[in-house]
């Protein structure tokens, strides 16, 4: 089986598709839901997030951070960041990569690489979707509770910051009226312009369906078969996307088209 964050959008065409890109964060939907669904099983853990609680010995800051930075360290060494699909959280301090790239051709423009809204991403996921999901409570199980949230903020960036793959190829299919609506520098106009309100309702429907299927009680019993038992609320999952994921994914699209002809 392929795995979602094995396929690439520009694996096979120099030129991106909107229909590949599509397809692609239809796949990162289910990395989300079941990302999601690992973290749900932990408390929300507020320590791990208090920069000063003293968690980690002999450092500053939250215990969250620590472990992010030094994931992603370890990432930039094995070649993570050389991809134009990935956006570090924490870009300042990463060594180079140890392993020699093996992309060549690059599909967007190369003021993709300004477009980073992970600082967002963070407080988003920390301050709002993080306490719709998890329960209140602490069961001082931090690792594990920080690799899960490593999963879901990994997995959530790569989708939002896919609108640079959707800009491109919205760009490419109109750049007579994007072209003049940049120049314009008229955001609201692109929003407009790229937002396709029917895919939108598709994506909503189909994450919840997703979270109601991947987070089923899965149980032998004929006559209690734990239907109606999620591990995650699928409503909640929808709400994620309409309120969050789709409206950061599309800044990313105006943030990178207004960019475009520099
Ligand atoms: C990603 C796209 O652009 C916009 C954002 C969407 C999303 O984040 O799911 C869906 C439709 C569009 O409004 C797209 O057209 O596929």
Redesign the pocket.
């Given at each position: 089986m392929v795995k979602a964050e094995s396929v690439s959008v520009n694996d096979s065409a120099s030129a991106v598709s909107?229909d590949g890109?599509?397809d692609a964060?239809i796949r990162l939907e289910d990395t989300i839901v079941f990302s999601l669904i690992e973290r749900a099983q932990y408390p929300i853990n507020s320590a791990m997030y208090d920069e000063s609680a003293g968690l980690v010995a002999g450092q500053r800051g939250s215990l969250i951070k620590f472990f992010m930075k030094r994931t992603e360290a370890l990432q930039a060494e094995a070649g993570r960041y050389e991809s134009e699909e990935e956006n570090a959280f924490f870009p300042d301090c990463l060594p180079c990569s140890l392993v020699p790239s093996r992309r060549s051709t690059s599909v967007l423009h190369p003021v993709a690489k300004m477009v980073n809204i992970n600082k967002d991403i963070w407080d988003v996921y920390i301050n709002r979707l993080l306490p719709l999901f998890a329960a209140q409570g602490d069961d001082g199980n931090y690792a594990l509770a920080a690799a899960s949230d490593l999963t879901c903020l990994q997995a959530i960036s790569r989708?939002?910051h896919?609108?640079k793959f959707?800009?491109e190829a919205?760009f490419l299919d109109d750049s007579q009226e994007y072209t003049r609506l940049i120049r314009a520098r008229d955001r609201n106009g692109l929003m407009k312009l790229?937002?396709?309100?029917?895919?939108?309702k598709m994506?909503k429907l189909r994450v919840e369906k997703k979270a109601e299927t991947f987070g089923q009680e899965v149980t032998l019993d004929p006559i209690n078969n734990g239907s109606g038992n999620y591990k995650i609320d699928p409503l909640v999952v929808a709400r994620l996307?309409e309120e969050w994921?789709?409206?950061?994914?599309?800044e990313v699209?105006v943030e990178y088209l207004l960019r475009r002809l520099d």
């Open positions: 909107l890109v599509r964060l989708r939002i896919y609108g959707v800009a919205k790229l937002t396709v309100e029917a895919v939108e994506v996307y994921l789709i409206p950061l994914t599309k699209e």
